[in-house]
């Protein structure tokens, strides 16, 4: 009887293991698109399946609570004269904030009753590429180089007020060594651990563990030499386990060492093999709940798809989209021209 017992509990485990993640493969998906007028979209927050807020290029705010149904929006002006390009937005339990990227920077907090510019840099070569929260204190944004050093604006208090780190307190960069503004995904976190990617004359690696106080920089074996070249975008499954993807911006359809994957979180890179898929990506990310196992990369070029950690990938849609965010392991939304879109894996 007790065997029995044993081998009932057993087959309960090994059923339960099985019913978690079983690989999954897809040889075609089908995106439900919004067309959204007048405004080029990077940067979006997936609250969940019918929420979701945009920023976009024209100083736009977008929102939908019915899954794309009905849109409402709200447009920023800075003293009637200046229209933001924004392409980072991120969100609190009780703010959105959207940051432009030219000179003047201007990072906006926005509440159901004002909105109001929490930080603001003038520079000839401001130009802001990112930005996340690790958790409703703790925000990040990164930009271009100023004085040989990535620009990085931290908060501790919500979003309410922003310093900048000094160039003493980060590894120093390349001439011609910058971020991408691509699809606000050039920054992962995990837990207390932050990467920054970078592109152009180099494609490197910021990394910091302990919550932006002191960083490192590695090498990546990306193509990298001169502007359009480098890592648009990086992801981590755990603390170990990454990814990153990008390729050159001007060479779309060339699949030249343009994705890697690290074990070692992120000191060493493993590039995967050249071939059919994918070429130029924007975006890369994590499906949830698969356990690293399931990744999907978009770009201008399409929508490409890996069940074995990136190893190996499937061009799934040639619908073109700047970024990608997942709320749950079968729904995402993605941000284009003009134009958002819901994917639904099933």
Known sequence: MK??????GVAIVSLSCKQEY?????????????????TSIRAI??????????????GDIGLTEDGGKTWSFKNIKYQDSIIPHFRSIAKTSSAIFALSIANPALLYKITSNEHKVVYKEV????????????????????????????????TDDGGESWNKIDCKNLPEVKE?????????????????????????????ILKSIDKGKSWQIFKTPIIQGNGPQGIYSVDFYDKNNGIIM????????????????????GKTWTLVADGL?????????????????????VGKTGVSFSND??????????????????????????????????????
Request: glycine share 10%; aromatic share 10%.
């Open 176 to 204: 011609g060594e910058a971020s991408f503004a691509a699809s606000n995904t050039n920054i992962a976190f995990y837990n207390n651990t932050i990467w920054v990617v970078t592109g152009g004359t180099r494609a490197r």
């Open 309 to 346: 950690g990136g190893k190996t990938w499937k061009d799934i849609s040639k619908d073109g989209y700047y970024a990608i965010e997942f709320v749950d392991k079968n729904t995402a939304w993605l941000s284009g021209d003009q134009k958002i879109g819901k994917l639904i894996l099933k």
């Open 22 to 38: 079983m690989v999954r493969s897809f040889d075609a998906v089908q995106i439900q698109k919004f067309d959204i007028e007048n």
């Open 277 to 297: 898929a994918p070429n130029y990506k924007s975006a890369v990310k994590y499906i949830p709940g698969t356990k690293g196992k399931e990744v999907i990369a």
């Open 45 to 58: 927050v997936a609250v969940n399946k019918d929420e979701l807020l945009f920023a976009g290029s024209r």
């Open 123 to 154: 520079h000839e070569k401001v130009f802001y590429d990112a930005m996340i929260f690790l958790d409703d204190k703790t925000g990040i944004a990164i930009g271009d180089p100023i004085d040989g050093c990535t620009s990085i604006i931290m």
């Open 3 to 8: 065997k029995i017992i044993l081998l009932i």
């Open 246 to 265: 990008g390729g050159d911006f001007s060479k779309p359809n060339e699949n030249k060492a343009n994705k890697a994957v690290t074990s070692d979180g």
